[in-house]
C-alpha cells in the first residue's frame, strides 16, 4: 500500500428528487481518503447508499455537491466525455449482477471493454484470452454467459473489469449471487490484483468472510460512512 | 422484426414498380408490335348491306369503305391509316393486307423468317405463319387453300403478343376479290398511326367523335379490357411503395426504440466499462444498418419473385406477359438503397436516444 490518496472524497453527497418536494439523501456529507493499493470494504443495510457511493466514485454518476477526487483529478466537474476516459482508463467495475453481454460469449465480454480503445483487434483477443486464464475460464471463452455458472459468469465479469489495467476496481456485491465457495475465489482473485498490481479495491459486500481479504471494513447507514461498526451490525450484515 | 418490416416495404416496393412497368409494357407491346397506335373499327354497320351471318361468322367487325382511310388521315395528329381485312372462317384467320405498307402492317417485314414478304404487284401468292407452317408440313412453294389457292412465298415469325396474328397473309385486292362475299374496296380494320405517342388518346376521341358508330382500341384499352389484375402505373407504383417505406421507417424507428429500451441495462453496461455515446450510436446504427441491408435484399428478391408472379396471371390475356418483368438493376439498387437509408435513420433516431442514457440509472433497469 502507497502513502498516495487515489480516492478523495470531500462532503460528497448524491440528493435523488422523488416528485416534486421529497428528497432522498442517498449520500450524505461523506469524506474518505482511499491509499493506493488498499483493499477497502463497505457494509451496510440494503438502501444505504453504498452503491450510488461506488457509482459516484466510478464516475457513473454525477454528485450533487462535494467533490471526487480520482487519481489527482476531480472528475465531479468532469464532462460526459471526459468521464468516459475516466471509466475507460482508470475504473473497472464488478457488479453484483455480473451484467455480462447476454448475446456476446466470455471472451468477447472481456474484449468489449477494450474495443473503443485505440488497440488493434489481435491484440485485443491476446489480452482478453490472458485475462480468462487469469481467472482460469480460458477453456470457456466461446461460451455465453447463460452457459457459464454464476460463480464462472463473475469471474468473466473480473476479467472484463481488469482489461483496462484499471486503478482502481469497484465492487459492487461481488459476491451476492454466489455460493460461499465462488464468492471467496472471487474475492482472491480480487484481492492478489490488488495486490500484484497495486490495484486499489473498493467492495461492497455482505459477505463475512470479505474480513480475510480486506485492509479496512467500513460502515455506511443512511447515506453516511462510518469508520466503527458496532460489532452487532456487523454480524447482523455478514 | 425490423428486417421483417424492410422485407415487406421493399418487396412491395419492388413488386409494384416492376409489375407496373411489366403491365404497361405488355399493354403496349401488342400494338407496338404491328407499328400501330390505335385499331379502328366499326361496331355498327354504315350502310345496311350484307348479310349478318357474314359479319358473325367471319368477320371481326363490319367492313367500311377504303376510302374512308384518307379522311381518317386527315385528322390532326393521324399520320397513317393502313387497312386491314381480316377474315375468319373456322379456326381460321386470313387477313388482306397492303404491302406497301411496311412500317406499321399486321405483319412487318421484319417478321419473314424465310422466302420474302408480298409486294403491291403479287396474285395468289400469301405468306403464312411458322407455327401454322410447321402444324401443316407447309414449305416455301407450298399451296394453302383459302377460299382459293395462295402460293407460299413467305414464312413469318409473330408474336403472341401480336393483336393480328393470322395463320395467312395475302394482298389486300386478292383477299377482297377472292373472298365468296367479294368485298370489293371494302375492309374492316384500320391501323393509325399518329405523329404523338402523348396523343393517342386525343386522337382515339377525336376519331369516335367524328365517326360515331366507329370504336377505337389503344394500349391503355387493352389494359383495361384485361381481367383479374390491379391496374396500377407506375408513378402510382412509387407513390404507394413511398408511403410504405416511409411507414417502415417509422415502425422500424418505434421498433428500435423499444429495443434499445429492452437493452437500456446492456447499454449502461457497456458505458460503464468506457463506451462513449459515439461507440453506442455506432454500434446500435451499425446493427440497424445489418438489418437493413438484410431486409433489403430478401425484399429486393422477393419483390421479383412477386412481380414475376402478379405478371404470369395475366400472361394468358394479353400473352407471354412474364417475359416482360426485366431486372431492372436501377430498381434493385434503389430499393436497396431505401432499405439502407431507412436503417441508418432508424438507427441514428433510436441510438442518440440511447446515448443519453445515464449509465448509473442504466444498469439498474431490470
Not at chain 2, 413488386?15 to 400494338?31: F, N, Q, S, Y
Not at chain 2, 383479374?228 to 404507394?240: D, K, L, P, R
Not at chain 2, 413511398?242 to 418505434?254: E, Q, S
Not at chain 2, 446515448?355 to 433497469?365: K, N, Q
Request: aromatic share 6%; hydrophobic share 45%; glycine share 8%.
Amino acid at each position: 500500500m502507497s502513502n498516495k490518496n487515489i480516492i478523495e472524497l470531500s462532503n460528497l453527497t448524491k440528493i435523488y428528487q422523488r416528485g416534486n418536494v421529497d428528497e432522498v439523501k442517498a449520500v450524505d456529507d461523506v469524506c474518505l481518503e482511499v491509499p493506493e493499493g488498499e483493499f477497502l470494504t463497505i457494509l451496510g443495510p440494503s438502501g444505504s447508499g453504498k452503491t450510488t457511493l461506488l457509482n459516484l466514485i466510478g464516475g457513473l454518476d454525477k454528485p450533487t455537491g462535494g467533490t471526487v477526487i480520482l487519481d489527482g483529478q476531480d472528475i465531479s466537474r468532469l464532462s460526459e466525455s471526459e468521464l468516459v476516459r475516466v471509466r475507460r482508463e482508470k475504473v473497472g467495475f464488478v457488479f453484483q449482477a455480473f451484467n455480462l453481454i447476454p448475446t456476446f460469449s466470455a471472451l468477447e465480454n472481456v474484449e468489449a471493454a477494450l474495443a473503443p480503445t485505440d488497440i488493434p483487434k489481435n491484440e485485443r483477443l491476446e489480452r482478453s484470452n490472458e485475462l480468462l486464464r487469469l481467472v482460469g475460464l480460458e477453456h470457456r471463452a466461446d461460451h455465453l454467459p447463460s452457459e457459464l455458472s454464476a460463480g464462472e459468469q463473475q469471474r468473466v465479469a473480473i476479467a472484463r473489469a481488469f482489461a483496462n489495467k484499471p486503478r482502481v476496481l469497484l465492487l459492487d456485491e461481488p459476491t451476492g449471487n454466489l455460493d460461499t465457495r465462488s464468492g471467496k475465489e472471487v474475492l482472491r482473485i480480487c484481492h492478489q490484483a490488488s495486490r500484484e498490481r497495486g490495484q486499489t479495491v473498493v467492495a461492497v459486500t455482505h459477505a463475512g468472510y470479505v474480513k480475510e481479504y480486506t485492509d479496512r471494513l467500513l460502515f455506511m447507514r443512511d447515506g453516511k460512512l462510518f469508520s466503527q461498526i458496532p460489532q452487532e451490525e456487523f454480524e447482523e450484515q455478514v | 422484426m425490423n428486417i421483417a418490416g424492410f422485407i415487406i416495404a421493399i418487396s412491395t416496393l419492388i413488386t409494384l414498380v416492376m409489375a407496373a412497368r411489366g403491365w404497361e409494357t405488355c399493354t403496349t407491346v401488342p400494338l407496338n408490335d404491328i407499328g400501330t397506335d390505335i385499331i379502328l373499327f366499326y361496331t355498327a354497320p354504315i350502310n345496311p348491306s350484307g348479310s349478318g351471318c357474314y359479319i358473325v361468322n367471319h368477320l371481326f367487325s363490319y367492313p367500311f369503305n377504303q376510302s374512308l382511310l384518307t379522311e381518317f388521315e386527315s385528322v390532326p395528329e393521324v399520320e397513317r391509316a393502313v387497312p386491314i381485312l381480316m377474315h375468319r372462317m373456322r379456326a381460321m384467320v386470313f387477313t388482306g393486307i397492303d404491302p406497301s405498307e411496311t412500317e406499321t402492317n399486321a405483319v412487318l417485314p421484319s417478321s419473314v423468317i424465310e422466302g420474302r414478304y408480298l409486294t403491291p404487284d403479287d396474285g395468289h401468292v400469301a405468306i403464312i405463319d411458322k407455327e401454322y407452317a410447321v402444324l401443316n408440313n407447309l414449305t416455301l412453294g407450298s399451296t394453302v387453300n383459302y377460299a382459293a389457292d395462295f402460293e407460299v412465298v413467305g414464312i413469318v415469325e409473330v408474336s403472341a403478343t401480336n393483336i393480328m396474328k393470322s395463320h395467312i397473309y395475302v394482298n389486300l385486292p386478292v383477299v377482297q376479290e377472292s373472298l365468296p362475299e367479294k368485298p370489293i374496296g371494302l375492309v374492316n380494320m384500320a391501323l393509325i398511326r399518329t405523329d404523338s405517342p402523348d396523343k393517342v388518346k386525343q386522337t382515339a376521341a377525336a376519331l369516335e367523335e367524328r365517326w360515331p358508330d366507329a370504336r377505337t382500341l389503344t394500349g391503355s384499352d387493352l389494359a383495361e379490357t384485361a381481367s383479374g389484375v390491379i391496374q396500377i402505373n407506375e408513378e402510382t407504383a412509387w407513390s404507394v411503395s413511398i408511403a410504405l417505406v416511409i411507414f417502415t421507417i417509422l415502425f422500424t424507428i418505434k421498433s428500435q426504440l423499444g429495443n434499445v429500451a429492452e437493452r437500456t441495462r446492456e447499454i449502461g453496461i457497456l458505458k460503464a466499462i468506457g463506451w462513449s455515446n459515439g461507440n453506442v450510436v455506432n454500434q446500435i446504427v451499425a446493427e440497424s444498418l445489418i438489418q437493413g441491408a438484410i431486409g433489403g435484399m430478401l425484399g429486393c428478391a422477393l419483390g421479383y419473385v412477386f412481380a414475376s408472379y402478379v405478371l404470369s396471371t395475366i400472361g394468358g390475356e394479353i400473352g407471354g406477359a412474364l417475359k416482360f418483368v426485366t431486372v431492372d438493376p436501377l430498381l434493385l439498387s434503389a430499393g436497396f438503397g431505401i432499405a439502407l437509408v431507412s436503417g441508418i435513420a432508424a438507427g441514428l433516431f433510436s441510438s442518440l436516444r440511447a446515448a443519453r442514457l445515464v449509465p448509473a440509472e442504466a444498469i439498474r433497469t431490470v
